[in-house]
């Protein structure tokens, strides 16, 4: 891409511990809290049941699969995930009943994608407590790879990460969490205790601080992206405060809404020219043989590849890559399952005035974009 562009690679949530951890080089001790599993391995054997043997101390990169050549191709300036993940030893575990870490030796599993931002607001990343939480930091930022939204203090939590680009600009990128996406309160950031940028609620009060935050932050040529954990798992349906909230950091200076926290994609939506993305879906997970909401197919998954103008942060296009979790990998989905996705996309956007055109090559690119009215509010082993 030229300077005057910038593409930012997005996803939804990657869970790389529990029954993927387990296939790493390094795993962490198996043992499970959870009511109906006390051992990570069970989850591997479940994934062996639906999709046949999972290799063990596998490279770092396996669990990517074709992701990493997709990577290549598109050669996105930022890449940016929401690790749902604490990366620590610690064996102080909260007590709610899913509990997700990976040993920090298989950090490589990020570096071997070369994520440049983790997205730490979210609902498992203070699994094993504040140790580990402290823990997940310092083994992210001694691997090169920079954190937004948790932090040892209130300060440090609501620090963007910034990522500089060969042309001078930046992207910023701000990570914040919600309690409907199950974030404990307790889990707050304070001036005096760590955890995560947790949203006290998503009024137009807390949307004018956070637009505070991006002015203090950005300078001109910046593209900010909103990395915001919210929402229920399951369902299409946009709560009307979601899209209220998207749409008061879009008009403060957001140029990219980066939702996520449910099981599989939600509607997209362009908002005067700038991307929302309501819920991006899992990207890697170990679900793969827990039985539940096949309606959902929470096994298709999205790499989106946003390119904008660095100038002003507007959308110039939106291609998304459809990828099928199998063996604990990502594989590239078959034109019959992108189809399928284009056609749920069809439906769960219309409101918003969104269409999708399925490429030849099993791609999904965005085709219309205009404003729409707010969908109604929306009335498992998987967390």
Request: aromatic residues 6%.
């Amino acid at each position: 891409m030229s300077n005057d562009t910038v593409t930012l690679f997005l996803c939804g949530d990657v869970m790389t511990g529990r029954g993927i951890d387990q296939v790493l080089a390094c795993p962490s001790a198996p043992n499970l809290h959870e009511p109906c599993a006390r051992d990570a391995r069970d989850y591997v054997v479940l994934a062996e049941r639906t999709s046949g043997p999972i290799p063990r101390a596998v490279a770092p990169a396996y669990i990517w699969g074709e992701a990493l050549a997709e990577l290549d191709a598109a050669a996105p300036q930022a890449r940016i995930i929401n690790l749902e993940t604490s990366v620590t030893t610690s064996a102080e575990h909260e007590d709610k009943g899913i509990n997700y870490r990976m040993h920090p030796a298989n950090v490589a599993c990020l570096t071997a994608a070369r994520i440049d931002v983790c997205a730490l607001a979210n609902n498992h990343v203070l699994d094993y407590g504040r140790p580990g939480l402290d823990e997940t930091i310092t083994t992210l930022t001694a691997a090169g790879i920079k954190t937004a939204g948790a932090g040892r203090t209130l300060a440090e939590a609501r620090r963007p990460a910034i990522i500089t680009l060969p042309g001078g600009g930046r992207v910023i990128v701000f990570s914040f969490g919600t309690e409907s996406s199950g974030i404990p309160t307790a889990w707050r950031a304070t001036d005096a205790r760590s955890g995560v940028d947790l949203l006290r609620d998503l009024s137009q009060r807390t949307a004018d601080q956070v637009v505070r935050r991006v002015h203090q932050a950005r300078r001109g040529g910046d593209v900010v992206v909103a990395s915001i954990h919210w929402g229920d798992n399951w369902g299409y349906d946009v709560p009307k405060a979601h899209v209220r909230f998207a749409h008061r950091l879009i008009d403060g200076g957001v140029d990219v809404v980066h939702g996520h926290s449910s099981h599989h994609p939600r509607p997209i939506e362009v908002y005067r020219g700038k991307l929302v993305l309501y819920g991006c879906g899992d990207f890697i997970d170990d679900y793969e043989g827990i039985e539940g909401y096949e309606a959902y197919r929470d096994d298709l998954v999205l790499m989106y590849f946003a390119t904008l103008s660095a100038g002003t942060g507007e959308l110039i296009a939106l291609q998304m890559t459809p990828m099928q979790i199998r063996n604990m990998r990502l594989n590239r989905a078959s034109a019959a399952d992108a189809a399928w996705l284009r056609k749920v996309f069809d439906r769960v956007n219309a409101p918003f005035d969104t269409q999708i055109d399925l490429a030849p090559s099993a791609t999904l690119t965005l085709r219309r974009q205009g404003p729409g009215p707010p969908l109604p509010a929306a009335a498992d082993g998987r967390a």
